[in-house]
């Protein structure tokens, strides 16, 4: 069975950053297209942030465009997000994610929810003003 571990969130100010990790278990990580998602309380899971096998490629949602960062380690199996100028609005559990599907297709950066196969627990982000 595939973990993930995030790791790396807390409490902030308005303005100020954090970088969130994620540590995935096993051989295949290079083969995973991975995603953050976020989740507010009394809102539904939301997407973030995804990024392709090989890093090349990212996507965002519009609210944090030019403000996060997702980034990749294959020879640590580790995801990042890096977080700036983070606004109470940010305030949610942070989830990562992985595709077991992308294979070979180091295009691929996936926002959708229903096509990612394992979470982690999640890690609070609270955002104070």
């Known amino acids: 069975q595939v973990q993930l571990v995030e790791s790396g969130g807390g409490l902030v100010q308005a303005g100020g950053s954090l970088r969130l990790s994620c540590a995935v278990s096993g051989r295949a990580f290079s083969t995973y297209a991975m995603g953050w998602f976020r989740q507010a309380p009394g809102k539904e899971r939301e997407f973030v942030a995804a990024?392709?096998?090989?890093?090349?490629?990212?996507d965002y949602v519009d609210s944090v465009k030019g403000r996060f960062t997702i980034s990749r380690e294959n020879a640590e199996n580790t995801v990042y997000l890096q977080m700036n100028s983070l606004e109470p609005e940010d305030t949610a559990v942070y989830y990562c994610a992985a595709d077991r599907h992308a294979a070979d297709r180091n295009w691929l950066v996936v926002t959708s929810i229903t096509e990612y196969d394992y979470w982690g627990q999640g890690t609070q982000v609270t955002v104070s003003s």
């Open positions: 990024i392709s096998l090989s890093g090349r490629y990212t």
